[in-house]
């Protein structure tokens, strides 16, 4: 059975740090691109970053420069540490292995002014 879940979310100010954590029990863990989501209130569901099996990366503009996508395949773990959190931050946050089905269940995000 394929999990992934997600950890790390809260409540933080703006202008301050989390760092999400997203575990996944997948076959193949280390061959898969993986991927970090949010959404907003009101909002559709819009990429955040994305990893490589290689560990290539890629943003979305609005978070470049803040936020770092990173993997431990050995802990079959994907991580986004969000940095100089703004309040247009605030949102569930997801993971995903990308090009399949499979979607962690979402932790929130609030940032606070």
């Known amino acids: 059975q394929v999990q992934l879940v997600e950890s790390g979310g809260g409540l933080v100010q703006a202008g301050g740090s989390l760092r999400l954590s997203c575990a996944a029990s997948i076959s193949s863990f280390s061959s898969r691109a993986m991927g970090w989501y949010r959404q907003a209130p009101g909002k559709q569901r819009e990429s955040v970053a994305t990893i490589t099996d290689r560990g290539t990366t890629t943003y979305a503009d609005s978070v470049k420069g803040r936020f770092t996508i990173s993997r431990d395949n050995a802990k079959k773990t994907v991580y986004l540490q969000m940095n100089s959190l703004k309040l247009e931050d605030t949102a569930v946050y997801s993971c995903?292995?990308?090009?399949?089905?499979?979607w962690g269940q979402g932790t929130q995000v609030s940032v606070s002014s």
């Open positions: 995903r292995a990308e090009n399949t089905k499979y």
